[in-house]
């Protein structure tokens, strides 16, 4: 029994001690998330102290072990003083799609003494729908845009699916569009925004931002992400041509674009609409134009105005005094990133309403800027189209092929050693049950001995345990040793480069197993070559995320300060690890092409009659081993056609229309093409050492227009290769198979929104044979932003290869193989001449 005295210090004490609030702000940057990715929560800790109080606060998710990851960081609470906090974590694919509502994870709070944990002062569960701002789940097929502010930009074309579909029947996959995020509220570190694949900023100022998420942005953008500015109509908040204005100044050209006043939108209209007919024809707005002579930092002209050319030799003839010709817009390469500039505020050109759809169109403007192709018809097209004629519309969904991380899970061997290991215990198990009981009893009944049967069996059991016991010994692990799949990209310094003393960095995604013999723990790290953030974490197979589910789950600690290195459980079997990396690749493992360069490659166009494109020159490589099955693509400097809205083929078999019958609706074309033109080959095999020749690779018969739909044009090879297999299989899951198959998924992955969209309109007189290719994940490692100016693409496959990803595990670089997958990207002159289109 406890005295009054004794009470009152226990009330006294439970009054001393420190209670913190917990209060979940946003569930997602932007409020949308994704299962099976990296996300980040925004949360809000109060402390009903008197003292200023160190704590250490955890997210708390299960990997795909079972075992309890603990996202933590470090902070000091004041005294009854809100702070807020974003955390990071990767959350576990949903396997029923949809319905992540039921996600529920924990965050706790613990009172932090001399870097360890001493009391919990908060235990709070969570789950999405208990944000402030109620988020939104991001399908794990779907892409993701941010828009900073609430404007629209003409982008609903990627996200708004037709009445009664579920999906955009001229894509292959939907983008989620987050719109109205506030600079105020941007992630601290990179991996927050690591879900998106472009951040457009069309309203606020950058000065809003705080350093650290400035940081987290410009990290974003030097590992692969895209960053678009859309500057106001009125004001100057982004202070071109100063570079100490803000934190975000030394991303923009030095000197500012000139402010045209009054420009008719209508002769904006080509590069942002497939149609004409503005509801006010007068219209007018400002743009800002870029001259090209005086661009720096990287950019290059993007996106020009029409302009009259003389298509016999090339040259422009623009009209003194116009805008014909001017650039609009420019883009720059930062890292394996971009950052692209618009001179026109579509933001504000999207409020007024000018046509009936948007202004401006995705495919017309956006799909150039981004790099992707694909139409995108507004719901009033689909309902246009399916009035006239119900024959119009294509009503098959067609096969869908899916990427998803199955076929790398067992490359890397996450299904083949556990089946055996699982059959071996069955085998051994049903012989010793065999041999055990009813072969003894029926062995000693013959031999007139079962009194004996004890005897026999404590023989048979200890032969059985020894067996056991030394397939245990011959089977486990006795070091540690990694078995990897992983994509190395490298941007090669361009032909018209200058050299300059930033370091050149690769990029690396890594998928690996790692076998961890003993048991205990073991620490798994990237080694660090360079001051990037880099990150390694307990790899979950998506979708379905099926791997091996320990029975006696542990925690470990995962700091926000220490990234790239996590300390886990071992049970004497492998576990299966993702690493994002970017540094510099040991010369002891190889050289990349064109590591000190590109000199004497030259890209050129001929004008006789039509465009014609060369490209000559030749590339060596010092990788450890041959590359095989290498695609090498050439992105010319010419654009493909803009889409238009024009009448359509009359469908075949169909009845005579009657003079006084509506004319059908228009439809698009060109339909779905890449934002510019280009060669495609295949090279079965380069070996170290051996030059590859570009103009007998690519133009073996000398220029040529590569804007032919044969199998030398990126879109009939991509065809050829990727879309008909799909579209025309009859067994879709098997449509690549073997070890062809599996380097064909990669290229879907590396060559996403390259791919030939799927079909929609009916191609009179004959069907049309539908595919669509989804993804579950990858969505950060798709190579078509480079579709949109001229470029080498080469990938090629290096077979039984040491890991080039510097991995450690407990401080000592274990023996690595497999397959690593080298993307190689030479940057091309652009010549802004060649980008207007006749007017």
């Known amino acids: 029994m406890i005295d009054g005295i004794s009470a009152l210090a226990l009330v006294a004490a439970a009054a001393s001690m420190s209670q913190v609030d917990v209060q979940l702000d946003r569930f997602g940057v932007g409020d949308r998330w994704r299962a099976g990715d990296l996300v980040a929560i925004q949360v809000t800790f109060t402390s009903d102290g008197a003292d200023a109080l160190p704590v250490r606060v955890e997210w708390e998710i299960p990997d795909a072990n079972g075992d309890i990851v603990q996202n933590s960081r470090s902070l000091v609470l004041n005294p009854r003083q809100p702070t807020t906090r974003w955390l990071y974590g990767r959350l576990p694919p949903?396997?029923?799609?949809?319905?992540?509502?039921?996600?529920?994870?924990?965050?706790?709070?613990?009172?932090?003494?001399?870097?360890?944990?001493?009391r919990e002062l908060?235990?709070?569960?969570?789950?999405?729908?208990?944000?402030?701002?109620?988020?939104?789940?991001?399908?794990?097929?779907?892409?993701?845009?941010?828009?900073?502010?609430?404007?629209?930009?003409?982008?609903?074309?990627?996200?708004?699916?037709?009445?009664?579909?579920?999906?955009?029947p001229s894509l292959n996959t939907v983008t989620a569009i987050a719109r109205g995020m506030d600079p105020r509220n941007l992630p601290d570190r990179w991996e927050g925004l690591s879900g998106f694949q472009a951040i457009v900023w069309s309203e606020g100022a950058p000065s809003a931002l705080s350093p650290e998420a400035a940081e987290a942005l410009l990290a974003w953008i030097r590992r692969?992400?895209?960053?678009?500015?859309?500057?106001?109509?009125?004001?100057?908040?982004?202070?071109?041509?100063?570079?100490?204005?803000?934190?975000?100044?030394?991303?923009?050209?030095?000197?500012?674009?000139?402010?045209?006043?009054?420009?008719?939108?209508?002769?904006?209209?080509?590069?942002?609409?497939?149609?004409?007919?503005?509801?006010?024809?007068?219209?007018?707005?400002?743009?800002?134009?870029?001259?090209?002579?005086?661009?720096?930092?990287?950019?290059?002209?993007?996106?020009?105005?029409?302009?009259?050319?003389?298509?016999?030799?090339?040259?422009?003839?623009?009209?003194?005094?116009?805008?014909?010709?001017?650039?609009?817009?420019?883009?720059?390469?930062?890292?394996?990133?971009?950052?692209?500039?618009?001179?026109?505020?579509?933001?504000?050109l999207n409020r007024r309403r000018l046509l009936p759809g948007d202004l401006p169109q995705a495919d017309v403007f956006w799909n150039v800027v981004l790099g992707r192709r694909g139409d995108t018809p507004s719901a009033l097209d689909f309902q246009l189209w399916a009035d006239s004629d119900?024959?119009?519309?294509?009503?098959?969904?067609?096969?869908?092929?899916?990427?998803?991380?199955?076929?790398?899970?067992?490359?890397?061997?996450?299904?083949?050693?556990?089946?055996l290991s699982l059959l071996g215990i069955l085998v051994l198990f049903a012989s010793y049950w065999a041999v055990a009981a009813p072969l003894s009893w029926i062995v000693l009944g013959r031999l007139r001995r079962r009194r004996d049967a004890w005897m026999l069996f404590v023989i048979v059991a200890s032969g059985f345990t020894a067996v056991a016991w030394a397939m245990s010994r011959l089977s486990s692990d006795t070091s540690a040793r990694i078995q990897h799949v992983t994509l190395l990209d490298w941007v090669a310094q361009g032909p018209d480069e200058r050299p300059t003393d930033q370091p050149r960095w690769a990029r690396a995604t890594t998928w690996f197993s790692a076998s961890l013999p003993g048991y205990g723990s073991s620490t798994i790290a990237v080694e660090p070559t360079t001051g990037e953030r880099n990150l390694i974490g307990v790899w979950t197979v998506p979708p379905s995320g099926s791997s091996t589910v320990f029975p006696n789950p542990s925690r470990y600690d995962a700091p926000i300060s220490t990234p790239d290195s996590i300390t886990v459980p071992t049970r004497a079997t492998s576990s299966e690890f993702e690493a994002r990396w970017v540094g510099s690749v040991d010369p002891s493992?190889?050289?990349?092409?064109?590591?000190?360069?590109?000199?004497?490659?030259?890209?050129?166009v001929q004008w006789v009659v039509e465009p014609r494109c060369a490209v000559s020159g030749s590339i060596v490589h010092r990788l450890p081993g041959t590359l095989r099955d290498v695609r090498l693509l050439h992105v010319s400097p010419l654009r493909n056609p803009s889409p238009r809205m024009i009448d359509p083929p009359e469908l075949a078999n169909a009845p005579p229309r009657p003079a006084a019958?509506?004319?059908?609706?228009?439809?698009?074309?060109?339909?779905?093409?890449?934002?510019?033109?280009?060669?495609?080959?295949?090279?079965?095999?380069?070996?170290?050492?051996?030059?590859?020749?570009?103009?007998?690779?690519?133009?073996?018969?000398?220029?040529?227009?590569?804007?032919?739909?044969?199998?030398?044009s990126i879109s009939g090879a991509f065809n050829q290769r990727y879309y008909r297999p799909v579209a025309e299989s009859s067994y879709v899951a098997s449509t690549f198979s073997g070890e062809q198959?599996?380097?064909?998924?990669?290229?879907?992955?590396?060559?996403?929104?390259?791919?030939?969209?799927?079909?929609?309109?009916?191609?009179?007189?004959?069907?049309?044979?539908?595919?669509?290719?989804?993804?579950?994940?990858?969505?950060?490692?798709?190579?078509s932003p480079w579709s949109n100016r001229p470029c080498l693409v080469i990938v090629g496959f290096l077979d039984g290869s040491e890991c080039p990803v510097p991995i450690t595990i407990d401080d000592e670089r274990p023996e690595s193989s497999g397959l690593t997958v080298v993307r190689v990207i030479v940057p091309l002159p652009v010549d802004a001449s060649l980008l207007p289109a006749p007017r």
């Not at 493992?589 to 000190?596: Q, R, V």
């Not at 791919?755 to 950060?780: C, K, Q, W």
């Open 661 to 712: 019958a509506p004319k059908p609706p228009q439809v698009i074309q060109p339909s779905g093409m890449p934002p510019n033109a280009g060669r495609f080959v295949e090279i079965p095999e380069w070996a170290p050492g051996q030059p590859l020749d570009l103009a007998l690779a690519l133009y073996r018969t000398g220029p040529s227009t590569p804007f032919a739909g044969d199998l030398a």
């Open 122 to 168: 908060a235990s709070q569960r969570i789950k999405p729908e208990d944000a402030k701002n109620r988020p939104v789940e991001v399908s794990i097929e779907d892409d993701l845009i941010g828009v900073i502010g609430p404007g629209r930009c003409g982008l609903d074309g990627y996200e708004s699916v037709p009445a009664n579909s579920d999906r955009i």
């Open 589 to 604: 493992w190889g050289t990349l092409p064109l590591a000190d360069g590109s000199p004497g490659i030259t890209a050129t």
């Open 224 to 348: 692969g992400g895209h960053f678009v500015v859309i500057p106001p109509e009125a004001g100057n908040p982004w202070s071109f041509g100063s570079s100490t204005a803000h934190s975000l100044s030394p991303l923009l050209p030095s000197a500012a674009p000139e402010r045209r006043e009054g420009v008719p939108i209508e002769r904006l209209l080509p590069i942002l609409s497939k149609s004409s007919g503005l509801r006010v024809a007068d219209a007018a707005m400002p743009i800002l134009v870029f001259d090209p002579a005086k661009l720096d930092r990287g950019y290059d002209a993007l996106l020009a105005l029409p302009c009259p050319r003389d298509l016999s030799n090339g040259e422009l003839h623009p009209e003194p005094g116009s805008v014909d010709g001017a650039i609009v817009a420019v883009q720059a390469r930062v890292g394996f990133g971009r950052v692209s500039i618009i001179g026109i505020d579509v933001d504000s």
């Open 741 to 783: 198959g599996f380097r064909q998924q990669l290229d879907l992955m590396g060559f996403y929104w390259w791919l030939e969209p799927p079909a929609y309109i009916m191609n009179p007189p004959r069907d049309v044979s539908i595919g669509r290719v989804v993804r579950t994940f990858g969505h950060s490692l798709d190579l």
């Open 390 to 419: 119900p024959r119009r519309l294509v009503r098959s969904v067609g096969n869908t092929f899916s990427v998803d991380g199955e076929p790398i899970a067992g490359r890397i061997g996450l299904a083949g050693r556990a089946a």
């Open 94 to 118: 949903n396997r029923g799609g949809f319905g992540g509502g039921e996600l529920i994870t924990l965050v706790r709070v613990f009172e932090e003494r001399d870097g360890r944990r001493v």
